[in-house]
């Protein structure tokens, strides 16, 4: 079985543009998380979709939006970058369990110069 | 606020055990995780424990929770150069929709 995917895995972007992340979900997970790891710093919680609705916001500016399609998959949106975002950007999904695991991608790498 | 704190770094010799402290903040978490991340990859899940549990085993590795002092600890048996990580505990922060990690202890095996 497939676990998660991201893509793309790196990517070199410039300040104040934009940039689109992607995600797939394992498959029969409903519900998908975005986080951010700065080198050398633990994941940082961003969003939660589950069935396409929001129900979970971190700490972060407007500038970091998300969507979750019909088939779960799920897009994180950075509009205006700054050196800043430079970062693992780790998807994961759950399952329906009460024990609330969650699987990680193996992230995109972004580099903001 | 939430908070999950853990050491910076531990070093041991192949064939020893390693013990991995974190200490969290909220005492509402129903459920704490162990990840592991190897150098350029994601996290791999290890293992979790319910709250209302003490202890649970899973072949080398033994999650101990005292909830009193809100102290988790991973300890690995016989430690292999493959289990050479960095090791996050993390916790649901009394929500079920997201993980508070800790920064993570670097865990590394000299043969």
């Known amino acids: 079985d497939a676990g998660v995917t991201q893509s793309p895995t790196h990517l070199i972007k410039t300040r104040g543009q934009h940039v689109t992340l992607r995600c797939s979900p394992i498959?029969?997970?409903?519900?998908v998380s975005w986080y951010q790891q700065v080198l050398g710093q633990g994941p940082q919680f961003i969003f939660q979709?589950?069935?396409?609705?929001?129900?979970g916001r971190g700490n972060f500016p407007d500038r970091f939006s998300a969507r979750q399609f019909p088939n779960y998959s799920s897009e994180l949106n950075v509009n205006a970058l700054l050196l800043g975002d430079s970062a693992l950007y780790l998807c994961?999904?759950?399952?329906?369990?009460?024990?609330?695991?969650?699987?990680f991608g193996e992230g995109s790498r972004l580099t903001v110069l | 606020g939430e908070d999950v704190e853990q050491s910076l770094f531990l070093s041991v010799r192949e064939g020893d055990s390693s013990v991995i402290n974190c200490t969290y903040t909220d005492s509402s978490s129903t459920y704490l995780y162990w990840y592991k991340q190897e150098p350029g990859a994601g996290l791999q899940l290890l293992t979790y424990?319910?709250?209302?549990?003490d202890m649970k085993q899973d072949q080398r590795l033994t999650v101990l929770l005292n909830k009193k002092d809100k102290h988790l600890s991973l300890r690995i048996a016989d430690t292999q150069t493959g289990d050479s990580a960095i090791y996050f505990c993390a916790d649901t922060g009394g929500a079920t929709n997201k993980l508070i990690f800790g920064t993570g202890t670097l865990l590394a095996v000299q043969p």
């Open positions: 994961a999904s759950g399952g329906q369990g009460d024990s609330g695991e969650l699987f």
């Open positions: 979709y589950y069935e396409k609705e929001e129900r």
């Open positions: 498959s029969g997970h409903k519900s």
């Open positions: 424990i319910f709250s209302n549990m």
